[in-house]
Each structure stands twice: as structure tokens, then as C-alpha cells.
């Protein structure tokens, strides 16, 4: 069964860059790998995947090494809107459930 | 706004009750998925659906039920509810069913159950 680890949570200051790394030493080899940010009271929002090396979009970074069994998103200057939940997510190996990790709660301050 | 919706936003009703949830997917995709999220908890994985069929089961109670219709929505079915059914009810959709699928969430369903 995929399981993911993250860091509980994490506390930055707007303008820094902010590193979530996340521990899935189970992933299988077709799985990717997906992070979730969440606000309180809302629906999960995408935010990149990737499957192995680097992934950037307009939003953060993603990167993977070769043995996959980790990622670290990467949050460029973040300001006090990104305060949230943060979740890894990878898919178990078994069949189609989708197990979400505890997340990593990331507070920004002022 | 993710295309995904859900009825009714908010439901209150007692103990013993039951309810259901509705959730129509995003135009075209054709996977439903159904999370539970309690107070200050992480997202419990319930059912997935594909394209009418059930895909896979996460820690769904056997008092719970879902469906997916032809038209592609899908109905979470709660009863005998107790105190602790009371949670966040997410519905996400995608369009593929691997391991590259992007699932995208609705606005939710908050169940209070008195």
C-alpha cells in the first residue's frame, strides 16, 4: 500500500522560497506523483505532477529524483495566501484508491 | 471554480437520518471519486467510480452507498447516520483512472448530523 510522509507543518515569511518534502518509498512504477493545496472549508485544488526528474509550472516546481521515492515542492516567494494545507499524493499500487497523506499545514507570516 | 459540483452545500438532520449527496463531474470526465473529510483530519479516500462501474473501495462504511448514473453524476447515500458522520463530503472528478488522473474537487457538501 502507497503511503506518503510529509512534514506536519511548516512556517515561512512571505518573499522566501519554501521547500514540502515528501517520503513514498512504496510508489509503483506507473504512479505519479500529484500535490494537492488545500484552504479550510474547501475542495483540494490541483497544483502540479510530475513523474520523475523536474516539473515547473506557473505555480511551483516539482522535483523527483531517480529512485522516486521522494519529491519536494517547491513554493517560489510566497506570500500570506499561500497559507494552507499542502498534501503529496500518490496512488496505491493495489488497484484505484487514492490515499491522501496527513498534509503539511504551511503558515506564512507577515 | 473546478467544473465539479455538489448539492446541497449544507445539510443538517439528526441521528438515524438519511441523506444524499449529489455530485455532477467536470464535462467529459468520467471518473467520480468521494472523500470524507472530519473537523481538522485528512481526506478519507470512500469509492471511485468509472463510467457507471465501482473502480475501488477506501474505508467506506457499510452504511454508506454510492451510484453513478448514465449521465455520468453520482449520489453518496448516508444512513443511520450518527455524530460522527458529521464531516466535509468532497466529490473529484477526472478524466483518466491511472496513475496520471488529476482530480479535481468540488466545493464540498458540510453534513451536521444533531
Known amino acids: 500500500l502507497a503511503k506518503t510522509t510529509q512534514p506536519i507543518s511548516m512556517d515561512s515569511y512571505e518573499g522566501q522560497e519554501v521547500n514540502i518534502t515528501c517520503s513514498h518509498n512504496?510508489?509503483?512504477?506507473?504512479?505519479?506523483i500529484t500535490w494537492y493545496q488545500q484552504f479550510p472549508s474547501q475542495g483540494p485544488r490541483f497544483i502540479i505532477q510530475?513523474?520523475?526528474t523536474k516539473v515547473t509550472n506557473e505555480v511551483a516546481s516539482l522535483f523527483i529524483p531517480a529512485d522516486r521515492k521522494s519529491s519536494t515542492l517547491s513554493l517560489p516567494r510566497v506570500s500570506l495566501s499561500d497559507t494552507a494545507v499542502y498534501y503529496c499524493?500518490?496512488?496505491?499500487?493495489?488497484?484505484?484508491?487514492?490515499?491522501f497523506g496527513a498534509g503539511t499545514r504551511l503558515f506564512v507570516k507577515a | 471554480d473546478s467544473g465539479v459540483t455538489q448539492t446541497p452545500k449544507h445539510l443538517i438532520t439528526a441521528t438515524g437520518q438519511r441523506v444524499t449527496l449529489r455530485c455532477s463531474p467536470r464535462?467529459?470526465?468520467?471518473?467520480v471519486y468521494w472523500y470524507q473529510q472530519s473537523l481538522d483530519q485528512g481526506l478519507q479516500f470512500l469509492i471511485h467510480?468509472?463510467?457507471?462501474?465501482?473502480?475501488a473501495k477506501g474505508n467506506i462504511l457499510e452504511r454508506f452507498s454510492a451510484q453513478q448514473f448514465p449521465d455520468l453524476h453520482s449520489e453518496l447515500n448516508l444512513s443511520s447516520l450518527e455524530l460522527g458522520d458529521s464531516a466535509l463530503y468532497f466529490c473529484?472528478?477526472?478524466?483518466?483512472?491511472?496513475?496520471?488522473?488529476?482530480?479535481?474537487f468540488g466545493p464540498g457538501t458540510r453534513l451536521t448530523v444533531l
Open positions: 473529484a472528478s477526472s478524466a483518466l483512472t491511472g496513475g496520471q488522473d488529476t482530480q479535481y
Open positions: 512504496n510508489i509503483a512504477t506507473n504512479d505519479y
Open positions: 510530475g513523474y520523475k
Open positions: 499524493l500518490v496512488r496505491d499500487t493495489g488497484g484505484f484508491k487514492t490515499i
Open positions: 464535462s467529459g470526465d468520467l471518473s
Open positions: 467510480y468509472y463510467n457507471g462501474e465501482e473502480r
